[in-house]
């Protein structure tokens, strides 16, 4: 604790002195009352779940941060991104034993494009700098509590992290990006460590935005070959017509972890340990400009199959579909205040190959109030 005080009081004393690189302190503060429902039946018995709670981070994440450039001359910038997530109802950090668990980036710019090295999140994440899939293409990129999620693969931000971004050409953008180890200090040998790759590309001209992400999340290698490199398509759009911003995305993948819903399932303390899926999903939504604020909603469609380990037993998903709607409105009270509330359900079957099925059903309503700084 003493640390991390000493870290950000060192910190804000450099913000202090440091105007010449442009330094920013930023961040917001988010908190929501939440009432979450949640059901699974199997032919064993079922599980119900109501939670009632005051949630942190629900239309944005709470968090705090720095972020800076300095002009080097020729054309040449150096910037950096420090960010950290907390929690606004307990005032904790998000995670334990990192300082700014969100992003911690340096970049350097030029006629060349940008690099970026450091942690960060994946083109295909929903979080970050550098994402690029969810934020053109899912009208919530990322959700808003737990409504919209669930339904993509499930990367993340990692440690360790270079990346290339080119110029502007025309609108066209392409992004390349590595993580040597995803959590953590790398080991020696590459198949000793858990490791990412993505490459994308995005088009920008005037209200249409299109986006394309090809990426691979690498476990470190297991004596038995278990774990597998997985696969993930993902591809979608965007359109601004004023008034209305629709948004549409696709993705498949394979040798997937996370995904459909599937991952998320919890029936008398046990979890799905492993997984190895293949499927698609699919993602339709818009906002809408309204008199009095704005109104998102999104439908969405995941369908997913392959083996699994739940609890002490293993089996095959023949068949996983998981179905789900959110509506979320936003009203504006200032600039930088937002007055929030939402809804969302989804319904999932899982059906495995002795024709046992599993069924979920989950709902969240939320209402609440985001402040950024």
């Known amino acids: 604790m003493k640390k991390t005080l000493l870290v950000l009081a060192t910190l804000a004393a450099t913000a202090g002195v440091a105007s010449a690189a442009n330094v920013t302190l930023y961040g917001a503060a988010d908190l929501g009352l939440s009432y979450q429902y949640s059901k699974t039946q199997t032919p064993f018995g079922d599980v119900k779940e109501d939670t009632y709670g005051l949630e942190s981070g629900n239309f944005g994440a709470s968090k705090f941060g720095l972020k800076g450039t300095e002009e080097l001359g020729n054309g040449l910038s150096v910037g950096f991104k420090l960010e950290n997530g907390f929690s606004a109802d307990t005032g904790k950090l998000k995670t334990d034993g990192r300082i700014f668990d969100r992003e911690a980036s ?79 200090a790398e080991k020696a040998s590459a198949r000793d460590n858990d490791r990412y790759w993505g490459v994308g590309a995005t088009y920008q001209n005037g209200p249409l935005g299109l986006v394309a992400v090809v990426d691979s999340v690498q476990p470190a290698h ?51 340990e492993e997984a190895n899926l293949k499927g698609y999903a699919l993602s339709l939504g818009s906002s809408f400009d309204l008199p009095v604020g704005t109104l998102t909603g999104v439908l969405f469609y995941a369908h997913s199959k392959g083996d699994f380990v739940f609890g002490q037993n293993a089996g095959t998903l023949e068949k996983g579909n998981l179905y789900g709607a959110g509506l979320v409105h936003a009203y504006p009270l ?22 046992v099925a599993l069924k979920t059903k989950n709902a969240q309503v939320l209402f609440g109030l985001n402040h950024t700084f």
Not at 244 to 261: D, E, L, R, W
Not at 334 to 355: F, I, M, P, Q
């Open 106 to 184: 340096l970049n350097v710019s030029g006629a060349f494009g940008t690099v970026y090295a450091g942690r960060m999140g994946a083109l295909s994440s929903g979080a970050g700098t550098l994402d690029i899939f969810q934020a053109n293409a899912d009208v919530f990129d990322g959700g808003v509590g737990n409504i919209g999620t669930g339904y993509w693969h499930g990367t993340g931000r990692y440690d360790n992290t270079v990346a290339y971004v080119t110029p502007d050409m025309a609108g066209l953008q392409l992004y390349f990006q590595y993580g040597f180890s995803n959590d953590g």
């Open 222 to 272: 297991e004596a038995d070959g278990a774990n597998q490199d997985s696969f993930t398509i993902s591809v979608g759009g965007n359109y601004d017509l004023g008034s209305a911003h629709p948004f549409v995305g696709v993705q498949y993948g394979k040798h997937m972890t996370s995904f459909g819903g599937f991952d998320t399932i919890s029936f008398g303390g046990a979890t799905v």
């Open 334 to 355: 200032s600039k930088r205040t937002t007055l929030y509330s939402g809804v969302g359900y989804s319904y999932g079957k899982y059906v495995d190959e002795d024709d």
